[in-house]
């Protein structure tokens, strides 16, 4: 995600172009873990203060903070869409081929496929590895149920590499030059 990152945030020659605020905004509301239905149905009315709300499946609402990083996102993308009322007035295609660009822009998608809903999962394995508190991941992830959010963790990531630190030496105290 730090290729992302720079290509989002890094030192800029000129002002951001139309496509680095869109960019920035999917980017941000990806890292909250929303879906990619809850990102075509939020609309700028929503999206003021320090959180927002939004509808997500079977009714429920979910409430997500609004940082610093998506503050300014939306700032400048609001500008761009002046006199709309939906963040994005695309279809679900449209928004997912914008969002496999940006990973295309940035370098990371050549060999791979990514979209939306796999940064879904790669937020919920970041998290739980960052906390390893499974509810909280649920929590943070909107699931209804604990077994779903065990389907989004990919814990074998997260034991290799704890298995490689440990065996460098890194992880439980040992000194840092390994075997």
Not at 15 to 30: F, H, T
Not at 104 to 127: D, N, Q
Not at 151 to 174: A, W
């Amino acid at each position: 995600m730090n290729r992302i990152w720079t290509l989002l945030y890094g030192p800029r020659k000129r002002k951001l172009s139309v496509k680095i605020k869109r960019w920035r905004v999917i980017y941000n509301l990806a890292l909250l873990g929303l879906r990619l239905n809850e990102i075509l149905q939020l609309r700028f009315s929503q999206v003021g203060g320090d959180s927002f709300t939004t509808r997500v499946k079977m009714g429920k609402i979910r409430t997500f903070p609004i940082d610093t990083y998506l503050r300014e996102a939306l700032l400048d993308w609001t500008l761009v869409c002046e006199n709309e009322d939906r963040l994005f007035n695309v279809d679900k295609s449209t928004l997912s081929i914008s969002f496999q660009n940006l990973l295309k822009a940035s370098g990371i998608m050549r060999e791979s496929y990514c979209s939306l809903h796999l940064m879904r999962h790669t937020v919920a394995t970041r998290l739980f590895a960052a906390t390893r508190d499974m509810r909280r991941v649920q929590r943070y992830m909107g699931h209804a149920s604990i077994e779903t959010t065990e389907l989004y963790i990919h814990e074998d990531e997260i034991e290799q590499k704890e298995s490689l630190e440990i065996i460098r030496g890194v992880g439980k105290g040992g000194d840092k030059d390994g075997l």
